[in-house]
Each structure stands twice: as structure tokens, then as C-alpha cells.
Nanobody, 120 residues
Framework: QVQLVESGGGLVQAGGSLRLSCAAS????????MAWYRQGPGKQRDLVAS???????NYADSVKGRFTISRDNAKNTVYLQMNSLKPEDTAAYYC??????????????WGQGTQVTVSS
């Protein structure tokens, strides 16, 4: 079992910055991906950015050049640095952890979510 604890959300003015953190604990295997998703009111949950255990990253087009995902493998923690925030970035942000298990299957876990609100 894996537990995820997110932090770093809050209220910020347009153009400002926030840094989200998500720490994973429990039974961690070396092959894993970590990602941030977001869900605005009345909208579906969409991928914001992801990073593999090898450091390969992927971003949604809407955040490219503004957001940076990184991770500290020693701490099993993923970060999302969000710069030049826009009101449309307002959403609940969720951390997802997916890992390859001993027999080759994958399991994924979700954090509880942290709210990011960007005022205009």
C-alpha cells in the first residue's frame, strides 16, 4: 500500500507562483511514475504533468513553459513548480503514483487533492 500526502496549494494572484509537493510512503518499488492532475469545477480530471523514475517528463500543452515537474527519488517526492499562473489554472490538483509490482502488473494511488486558486 502507498500513501500520498500533498501540500503547497493556496490562493495566488495571476502571474504569481506556487510549488506543490507530494510525498509517497509505504511499499515503494523502483519502477514508478508520478504525476499531477487537476480538476476544475464541473470538469473532468486532466493530466498536468508526469515524470518517470528515470526522469522523463510530459506536460499538457496548456502548461508547457510555465510549469515544471521534478522529483527526488530518495524522498519519493514529486514537485510541481507553477509560474505565471492564470485564472484558468484554478482547480483541485491531485497527485498520482503508479508503480510496477513484483509480478509485472501496475497499481496506482491518488492523493487527497490540494486546491489552487488564481485570482485575476
Amino acid at each position: 500500500q502507498v500513501q500520498l500526502v500533498e501540500s503547497g496549494g493556496g490562493l495566488v494572484q495571476a502571474g504569481g507562483s506556487l510549488r506543490l509537493s507530494c510525498a509517497a510512503s509505504g511499499i515503494i518499488f523502483s519502477i514508478n511514475d508520478m504525476a499531477w492532475y487537476r480538476q476544475g469545477p464541473g470538469k473532468q480530471r486532466d493530466l498536468v504533468a508526469s515524470i518517470t523514475s528515470g526522469g522523463y517528463t510530459n506536460y499538457a500543452d496548456s502548461v508547457k513553459g510555465r510549469f515544471t515537474i521534478s522529483r527526488d527519488n530518495a524522498k519519493n517526492t514529486v514537485y510541481l513548480q507553477m509560474n505565471s499562473l492564470k485564472p484558468e489554472d484554478t482547480a483541485a490538483y491531485y497527485c498520482k503514483f503508479r508503480q510496477r509490482m513484483i509480478f509485472g502488473d501496475y497499481r496506482e494511488y491518488w492523493g487527497q487533492g490540494t486546491q489552487v486558486t488564481v485570482s485575476s
